[in-house]
């Protein structure tokens, strides 16, 4: 007997599930971007790498210079993009440099902001 | 040439900052703005803590918690080689902002960045640094940290200053008293680095009261512009 998960998306839809945005959640930057993303729907990627830098150095109250900035960058293009785009959950316009948010299921951008939320008492390592 | 001339041959930096909070910071915004650097802000959330994104010319330069702004705003003023200033975070404001023109600085953030000038002197330990604090009144409170640059490291120092009071003799310290004139109106330290060819080393400040303790000026790190203004110094005071 098979028990259908209830956030399983169907065949051919792209609409991200609950254990795609979970995947998306695991790791602090890539919740970052989330976060930025919900608040502001499409960004560039080029202050999406900013902020990730800023934001994640701010918890612990630290300044970033561009070696900082590039190491951040650099795993954001490798895998976190990537990991986002696989997830359903935002799209890369490599050619304009711009990343947008994927329509979420309800209740999706309030667990997400909720998350938010517990990071002051959870900073991302 | 002269001090008024240094200062209106300064080119600043093309600096550009965006604050991310969930709140305006009008006063981290003002005080920015009243730098002539151009100010953008973007929202993030509650929780998050501030920071701001720096940029020259495009390129990212660094990005700062607002917590650290906030210091520099109001710094805790200690000696050039106390840990208190050592490990103060908000020092590396000083060099992100190095270059860009200051308006609407007090008395305690200029000597904040004073502090900053006479640490890289008090670390290198030799070469020449010149101070004008304006008056010899004023240099009086600074006696005893001039009093060890000058005893404890092989720096030649200068100190200029209007004649006001009489300044206590402070040994290995050369005093240029001024009647009127510029000096009298300039904030400024000039560092030549001593033999050392590390940027950063070679500092200079310069600034002009424009009203009852507001400063306006700029500090810098850029040689050629240090270069000036010690040349200005000893072609004038020598």
Redesign the interface.
Known sequence: MTHDRPDRAVDGDNTPTLDDLCRVMRNPHRRVALYFLVEHGRVTVTELEDVVTGWSHAIEGRVAVRDDRTHIADALHVVHLATMESANVASVDRDDGVITLADLPSGYSSFVRWSASMEQSSPPT | MSLADLMTRFEARPVSI?I?SSSSEPVIVDWLESRHVDVGR????????????VRESGA?????????VRELLEPTISRPWDEAFVSA?YR?LFDVLAGTVLSSLDRRQLLAVTREIEHRAWTVGAGTLHVGFQSLSAMTEQVPVYGRLATETDLEIHVYGTADRKLPIVPNVTVHVESAGEIGEYWFLAFDGGETDVEGEVCALLAEEVSPDVYQGFWTYERARVEALLAHLRGTYA
């Open positions: 965006t991310y973007r929202r993030i959330p509650v929780s998050a803590d501030p920071f701001l994104v990212f330069l660094a990005s700062v918690p607002i917590e650290t975070t590396v």
